[in-house]
């Protein structure tokens, strides 16, 4: 029988799709966005589907599964997020819904205190660690009887096959006697090539100059397409060897671009190409607008990192209870 999971704060399916992936049956999935969970019901039809807010949900409503996986909103622990956003202070004297924001990781306690799933993966960004209540947060699930195993994974090193993109990660698996295997084999990389499509037309610049032009300029050699990112200090980087930098959830980052005898030459990456870049499959559907499915897709757990996570809690579940993954 294959493992069961709930996945909360689902989002468009990234974890889900690399736990599918591991042999999991997705039972249930949350988000309170309905646009993700109209993009995660269309992937995954079988899963049964909630829109809530998990701040305020009653998980004795919920089917026990084997596993949980979790990815809180991180946008409150981000550094560029503390700068855009202000201070902790700031936030809290903010009178509106999104206030509660960093609330969202006690619903991993509340799920857990109920379910006692066998193993719990909760993913975020490495400055969840900073949080002024993670202490307390991690005391919550050690004495809910969990050991965790805290680990900081970069999608583009993670096999079988990396993705495209350097996306670190925090990831914290609980089990009862914390002994997963997370080591990572050292695979080689894959490169920005791999997800390009071949006939995305560039645009001729000519004398336009764009955010990005001074890193184009720095573009040693002729005819080489290069990845450039409009964000603050980024570098050009070869599109035949080198990753993406990581794709986030707000606008557009990431084009690619090329010195050419005639000039400059630059494009947008498509929804598609991002999608790759995450571990997506071209058959994955993500419904809404272009800035929603950009979002979603920003938002998403490499499905690489979510496999090989999902891969390595069933061997370690197995050894304890065979009958669960015997098939
Ligand atoms: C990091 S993303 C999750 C990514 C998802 N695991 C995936 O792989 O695609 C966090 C998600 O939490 C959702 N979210 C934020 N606050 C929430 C809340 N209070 N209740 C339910 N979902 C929430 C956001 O809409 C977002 O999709």
Request: aromatic share 8%; net charge negative.
């Amino acid at each position: 029988m294959a493992l069961t999971v709930t996945d909360l704060f689902a989002g468009g399916g990234g974890s889900s799709e690399g736990l599918r992936r591991a042999g999991y049956d997705i039972w249930i999935a949350t988000n309170h966005w309905p646009v993700s969970v109209a993009t995660h019901q269309t992937n995954h039809p079988d899963t049964e589907h909630r829109t809530a807010d998990l701040t305020n949900t009653s998980f004795g409503t919920y089917p026990r599964t084997d596993v949980l996986w979790a990815s809180p909103s991180c946008t409150r622990h981000s550094v560029a997020s503390r700068t855009r956003q202000g201070s902790t202070e700031d936030e809290l004297r903010r009178d509106t819904a999104d206030k509660v924001d960093r609330a969202t990781a006690f619903a991993v306690l509340a799920a857990a205190e109920i379910h006692g799933y066998e193993a719990v993966i909760v993913e975020n960004v490495r400055e969840f660690q900073n949080w002024v209540l993670f202490p307390m947060w991690l005391a919550g699930m050690r004495a809910l009887g969990y050991r965790e195993q805290i680990v900081h994974l970069n999608a583009a090193e993670v096999g079988p096959v990396p993705v495209a993109q350097d996306r670190r990660r925090l990831f914290i698996v609980f089990t009862r006697d914390g002994r997963v295997d997370l080591t990572v084999p050292t695979v080689p990389r894959t490169p920005v090539t791999t997800i390009l499509d071949p006939d995305a037309p560039f645009e001729v610049l000519g004398d336009r100059r764009l955010y990005v032009s001074p890193q184009i300029d720095s573009i040693p050699d002729i005819d080489v397409p290069h990845v450039v990112t409009y964000r603050r200090n980024a570098k050009p980087r070869r599109a035949d060897t080198q990753q993406l930098y990581t794709i986030t959830a707000g606008g557009n980052h990431h084009a690619l671009a090329m010195r050419t005898a005639d000039g400059p030459v630059h494009r947008w990456l498509t929804t598609l190409e991002l999608s790759r870049a995450q571990g997506f499959s071209d058959s994955y559907v993500f419904t809404g607008t272009d800035s929603q499915v950009r979002r979603q897709i920003g938002n998403a757990v490499a499905v690489n990192v979510a496999q090989f996570l999902g891969e390595r809690v069933a061997a370690a579940l197995g050894e304890q209870q065979p009958d669960l993954v015997a098939a």
